[in-house]
């Protein structure tokens, strides 16, 4: 057996400590251990805890906004061992149809993440979230993602592994929205935001829906304005901004759909960025003349923000 080892901050059961020391593929249940996992303000609970290898964690939480979720985290070097640390929290995004599984699979952000003194957490936001609190409920219930991932992920996180309060946040496509929506939303909340092949400009007239997520357009009493990243632009300012996009038609997918294609989200992208500069807010802007919307573009880009980010971060 191995070394029995804690892997959560404060008062931890027995049960859970051996449980974990079993190694790969250990399986922790809210039933298991329900002295330990803290729920959020809301209700929203920690139902099941898979350990996949020593930094890969699957968590499994119950929420009353957004039902049944699942979040991936990458724990740092040193978690188990370094039970009074709080560590520095980079959110990754996905973007839509894909999950919170998408970083660790279509990217090698576990390698470049490895030995950093940070928690890395990729959590669900639905097929096509937004991340948003949307304005009228979805045809499979209420979609509170921004109370999700914001407010309820956020206190569990901090009250059941050891989250600090130093945050970044990076996302793709439909992330990449929700990483700048998110940090002009809340710049209290984060020190950085980057954006990989973002629709940054939320009234771009090729976006052709998002009534159910933002209200009617037109109407004064939607919440369109609130999110779109142009709008919140004067937010940002003193928050370290990385915006990155492809240059290219050639390399898009033709089995994208036209209004997700980079060259159409290009131009979101440089609207934001033309917004910024305006506002004298300073912004790395990272042109990518081979970049598509694709998974290995936003490979290279999140290698290219990492340091960027990190400093951020305080690392």
């Known amino acids: 057996m191995r070394k029995e080892r804690s892997v959560l901050a404060g008062a931890i059961s027995m049960a859970v400590v051996l449980t974990l020391a079993f190694g790969p593929h250990a399986v922790v249940t809210a039933q298991d251990a329900e002295p330990t996992w803290v729920a959020a303000d809301s209700g929203a609970r920690i139902m099941r805890v898979d350990r996949l290898d020593e930094r890969t964690v699957d968590m499994v939480i119950e929420s009353p906004g957004v039902q049944i979720q699942k979040v991936r985290l990458l724990l740092p070097t040193g978690f188990d061992t370094a039970t009074d640390e709080r560590w520095p929290v980079l959110y990754l995004l996905h973007g839509s149809m894909d999950d919170h599984t998408s970083w660790t699979s279509k990217t090698d952000v576990e390698e470049l993440t490895d030995g950093e003194p940070i928690l890395v957490v990729m959590p669900a936001a639905g097929a096509w979230g937004w991340y948003t609190d949307w304005w009228r409920a979805s045809a499979c219930g209420a979609a509170l993602w921004e109370t999700f991932h ?145 998974w290995p573009s936003w490979e290279r880009a999140l290698h290219e923000a990492m340091p960027q980010l990190l400093e951020a971060l305080g690392v």
């Not at 992330?175 to 990989?196: D, I, K, N, T, V």
């Not at 937010?235 to 759909?257: F, K």
């Not at 209004?259 to 159409?264: F, G, I, L, N, V």
């Open 150 to 294: 914001l407010t309820e992920l956020r206190q569990l996180l901090e009250r059941n592994w050891r989250a600090g309060d130093v945050r970044a946040v990076a996302g793709v496509s439909m992330g990449g929205f929700g990483a700048m929506s998110y940090a002009g939303r809340h710049p209290e909340l984060f020190r950085a935001a980057a954006s990989f092949s973002g629709m940054l400009d939320l009234f771009d007239p090729a976006l052709g829906y998002g009534d159910d997520i933002w209200g009617p357009r037109g109407d004064p009493t939607n919440t369109w304005q609130d999110h779109d990243p142009i709008s919140l632009a004067p937010a940002l300012q003193g928050i370290s901004l990385y915006v990155s996009y492809g240059d290219s038609d050639a390399v898009d997918d033709p089995d994208v759909p036209v209004d997700q294609r980079e060259h159409w989200l290009a131009g979101t992208n440089e609207a934001f960025t033309a917004r910024l500069h305006e506002l004298g807010i300073p912004v790395t802007v990272a042109i990518d003349p081979a970049g598509g919307h694709d």
